[in-house]
């Protein structure tokens, strides 16, 4: 990456923030909301430049284009968020939370050292968690507070902790390495992985996601959880601890296969739709943990892409629920029903998301599913089935909610209006949804750039265990 490149990403970085700080100044919702689509567009307009100068028009084996998508995926489940979410749920201080939140996350993607990736990891929760004192129900407010400081604030201490030592015993001037001797890694790995497992809403530490997308601001939760931060910060840390994670690998593998399974199941039993979806995330999170654990090219690629997939295809169905929930008042499916008369595009967005959030041919995820499946079968055969199992559970679970809510007759204890009807999808959400759509049909007619990127970046990382990189590109 060049000067040029460098400096642009970091000023699209950087954007949101010194929008945030002039909303400060700002009273007029409209004007808020303006300077908030405009700085967000110019960001993803930036990023998308520099993805393209980076991934096509060079070939510098230390670029590592696949953080660099983190970031554009960010960016845009920032736009969509700020642009599809009803409008009663954004005041200023929302959109300075979302614009401050979304410039951690993008942060920790773009950043190109162990400490700094740190402090955009441990930043990105803080705005959040700040805005939450303003819950409307005191009872939600001090439910919500309480498990976001236990696991995610709590969560990031371990971070803190290890890297901390880290540097402070490890670190070589000289050399502006850091070596961490064999008999500290087991330790420190230890650490590290309880902070992104945390992270990951991994079984058993998911308690917060249910609790953030169902009384949370949906907004702000989307540009935090959309992409997994998690799962990138073991991408990150996966070079200094290569010694002692072989040790660690059963017992990741174990988690996942308990994560995975538990988040099908659990969300097959969930009649509150936005739930529902936080356990379909911890169910995609078991997947992804299980190919990072199988620590070869090709899990490690499924493992990346299919993180990519899981955030825009999901979070694209969360934001269409909570449209619906603002209409309705509820996102009950049992309090639903009947609603396909009233509003066909709103039904078939629904439709399309959950096409795209369990891989149906023709979306991304179809493609990241296969990639993630054949790494993981080449170390872990014996799991495949349990994988393939909470996979078809999770289709069952999406469309019996599509068909509960949406369709046939509303239900006895209906809460839809008989007397004045549920608007559709208006056209800045309609536009929204065309966009990610497009972009998950794209990708998933198009793979081979995706999964390039990927394989790229794992190359750059330059870990023992990533090998056979044309392979894996001649795959696609």
Not at 158 to 184: C, E, H, K, R
Not at 273 to 287: E, H, K, P
Not at 337 to 351: D, K, Y
Request: contains cysteine; glycine residues 6%; aromatic residues 8%.
């Amino acid at each position: 990456m060049n000067h040029f490149d460098y400096y642009l990403m970091w000023f699209a970085i950087v954007l949101p923030a010194l929008a945030a700080c002039a909303m400060l100044g700002m009273r007029h919702i409209h004007a808020i909301r303006r300077l908030s689509w405009v700085c967000l567009s110019l960001q993803l307009c930036m990023l998308g430049s520099v993805l393209v100068r980076v991934a096509l028009l060079t070939s510098n084996d230390h670029d590592d284009p696949e953080h660099l998508i983190g970031a554009l995926c960010t960016s845009i489940l920032s736009l969509v968020a700020c642009v599809a979410s009803a409008r009663h749920t954004l005041g200023r201080r929302e959109y300075i939370t979302l614009l401050l939140t979304a410039a951690c996350v993008e942060g920790f993607f773009c950043a190109t050292s162990f400490a700094a990736a740190t402090g955009f990891w441990v930043a990105m929760v803080l705005p959040c968690y700040v805005l939450l004192k303003h819950a409307k129900s005191l009872e939600t407010r001090i439910r919500l507070r309480r498990t976001y400081a236990i696991f995610l604030l709590g969560g990031t201490l371990p971070m803190l902790v290890a890297m901390g030592l880290a540097y402070a015993a490890f670190w070589d001037n000289a050399s502006a390495t850091l070596v961490i001797p064999v008999q500290w890694q087991l330790p420190l790995l230890s650490l590290v992985l309880l902070a992104a497992l945390v992270r990951m809403a991994a079984f058993p530490f998911h308690a917060w996601l249910p609790t953030l997308l169902e009384d949370g601001p949906v907004g702000i939760a989307v540009v935090l959880v959309g992409i997994n931060s998690g799962l990138f910060m073991l991408m990150r840390t996966l070079p200094l601890f290569s010694d002692a994670f072989a040790r660690a690998v059963p017992l990741l593998t174990g988690i996942a296969l308990l994560t995975t399974l538990a988040g099908s199941i659990i969300a097959m039993t969930q009649t509150e739709m936005r739930r529902m979806i936080a356990y379909l995330m911890m169910s995609q999170s078991g997947l992804v943990l299980a190919g990072f654990a199988a620590i070869n090219t090709q899990s490690l690629t499924g493992a990346l892409v299919h993180a990519l997939a899981v955030g825009l295809s999901l979070c694209g169905l969360l934001l269409i629920i909570s449209a619906l929930h603002a209409r309705v008042g509820t996102a009950d499916m049992f309090k639903l029903g009947g609603l396909v008369q009233q509003t066909p595009r709103l039904t078939t967005a629904f439709l399309l998301f959950g096409c795209a959030s369990i891989g149906i041919p023709g979306f991304v995820m179809f493609v990241t599913e296969d990639v993630l499946v054949a790494g993981v079968l080449i170390v872990h055969p014996a799991i495949i089935a349990a994988m393939l199992f909470a996979m078809a559970l999770n289709g069952v679970t999406v469309f019996r909610a599509y068909s509960k809510a949406l369709l046939g007759q509303p239900h006895p204890q209906s809460m839809v209006p008989d007397a004045s009807p549920v608007d559709d999808l208006i056209a800045r959400e309609r536009w929204t949804v065309v966009a990610l759509i497009a972009v998950l049909i794209g990708l998933g007619l198009c793979p081979r750039a995706l999964v390039s990127i990927a394989v790229d970046s794992l190359q750059a990382s330059q870990m023992p265990c990533v090998t056979d990189c044309d392979h894996a590109r001649a795959d696609f």
